[in-house]
């Protein structure tokens, strides 16, 4: 198990989690997804989650060297921070974010803002590419792609096997006759212990991540976003911001009237999970900047 996937299974917040990452350097770009959700759109779409490949839309629309942009998406606007060729920050909005918003994407972002210039940029509209730029064509990929589709498998199997029809028809025939019970038992025994062999590997597998994910000092982000969305559930506001790190945890709350800060601070600590919980108002106090830390997993303080 690599060291990328360790990372992404704390980092993302779902019970299944897939990703894709493009490396430069020893740095990457990662997106990841709810792999149950996307696979139940793809099979509502009457299509088979296995034969499908999932690609960020910012993967389809041309790169980027430095500098940042906000660009038009099919649905929404995305923010975008590049350096040296590499997508270091990105942030969805359903709107042209506000100007307060998209200063905050460029801190976070780490990317400085111009001495008297901070209003959001024009979004620029890029063309949709026939392949995304982190993949090169592989002749031989395509080839297996295709062939994952029943029809064009059996329109090859068809061709290649058309010639040799005649001469299996007699073998066919002959074979059939002469196979015995424990010919069949020996190939049943054989497919058996395969499938034996691949379970106990998946199980081996599962073992080592269970180990390794023991490890981890605090709570998963899973398990930190569920608790912390089910705290704010009936409280009207929205999450804006997430930053989740080795226990440091910050995010911004926003409602439509002003927020009681202390009511929020005093949930949180309340909740069992969270220590030292801090928080700031800001715009005209309908956004709540906390600070808090997570409490560290049981056993890794036994």
């Known amino acids: 198990m690599s060291a990328l996937n360790l990372q992404v299974r704390r980092w993302a917040p779902f019970a299944q989690t897939k990703f894709t990452a493009y490396w430069v350097g020893h740095r990457a770009s990662v997106y990841a997804w709810d792999a149950a959700r996307i696979n139940t759109v793809i099979a509502e779409s009457g299509d088979l989650p296995a034969r499908c490949i999932v690609w960020p839309e910012t993967f389809f629309r041309p790169a980027w060297d430095d500098g940042v942009r906000l660009v038009k998406a099919i649905d929404g606007y995305e923010g975008q921070a590049w350096r040296n060729g590499l997508l270091v920050a990105t942030r969805w909005w359903p709107e ?152 440091a945890l910050e995010f911004i709350l926003r409602g439509a009237d002003p927020l009681d800060a202390s009511a929020f601070i005093e949930m949180f600590e309340r909740s069992g999970m969270f220590v030292e919980v ?25």
């Open 96 to 247: 042209p974010p506000p100007e307060s918003d998209w200063l905050l994407f460029k801190r976070s972002a780490g990317t400085p803002s111009e001495p008297g210039v901070s209003e959001v940029p024009a979004a620029v509209e890029l063309p949709m590419l026939e392949l995304p730029w982190t993949d090169t064509p592989d002749p031989i990929a395509n080839a297996w792609s295709m062939l994952q589709n029943p029809q064009i498998a059996a329109g090859v199997a068809v061709i290649v096997f058309a010639p040799l029809m005649f001469y299996m028809t007699q073998w066919v025939a002959t074979g059939i006759a002469a196979a015995s019970k424990a010919s069949a038992q020996a190939t049943l025994t054989a497919s058996s212990q395969a499938i034996r062999a691949d379970r106990a590997a998946a199980m081996t597998d599962r073992d080592t991540i269970d180990s390794f994910m023991s490890l981890e000092p605090y709570p998963s982000q899973f398990v930190v976003v569920s608790t912390a969305m089910n705290l704010i559930a009936d409280k009207k506001v929205s999450l804006l911001e997430w930053t989740y790190d080795n226990g």
């Open 278 to 302: 801090s928080g700031t108002l800001t715009n005209q106090e309908r956004e709540l900047r906390m600070k808090t830390r997570v409490k560290r997993n049981a056993a890794a303080e036994s």
